[in-house]
Nanobody, 121 residues
Framework: QLQLVESGGGSVQAGGSLRLSCAAS????????TAWFRQAPGKEREFVAR????????NYADSVKGRFTISMVSAKNTVYLQMDSLKPEDTAVYYC??????????????WGQGTQVTVSS
């Protein structure tokens, strides 16, 4: 059973930075892409960024491209989300998810508990 634990959330002013961490235990990220999602109050959960199982490929939502960076340290079984130039609209609960590739899609079957990010103007 794969367990994901997020950390690093908090409150920051607009223009500031935060780094989120997603630590895996039970299984490794091997052969499993990992992604960050977020959900703001009253809104649906949305995709933020994804990294391939070996860290060789990344994808970002247009809203965060150029400001957020996803990375991984395999030896630590940890995926990071560096968030720079934060905006109030980035305020949300951020979730880490690990999935399996099924054809052209990724089925995210393990989720963390989420970490709150609040950006004030």
């Amino acid at each position: 059973q794969l367990q994901l634990v997020e950390s690093g959330g908090g409150s920051v002013q607009a223009g500031g930075s935060l780094r989120l961490s997603c630590a895996a235990s039970g299984l490794t990220f091997s052969a499993r892409p990992t992604a960050w999602f977020r959900q703001a109050p009253g809104k649906e959960r949305e995709f933020v960024a994804r990294i391939s199982w070996n860290g060789g490929s990344t994808n970002y939502a247009d809203s965060v491209k150029g400001r957020f960076t996803i990375s991984m340290v395999s030896a630590k079984n940890t995926v990071y989300l560096q968030m720079d130039s934060l905006k109030p609209e980035d305020t949300a609960v951020y979730y880490c998810a690990s999935g399996v590739v099924r054809g052209t899609k990724v089925d995210y079957d393990y989720w963390g508990q989420g970490t709150q990010v609040t950006v004030s103007s």
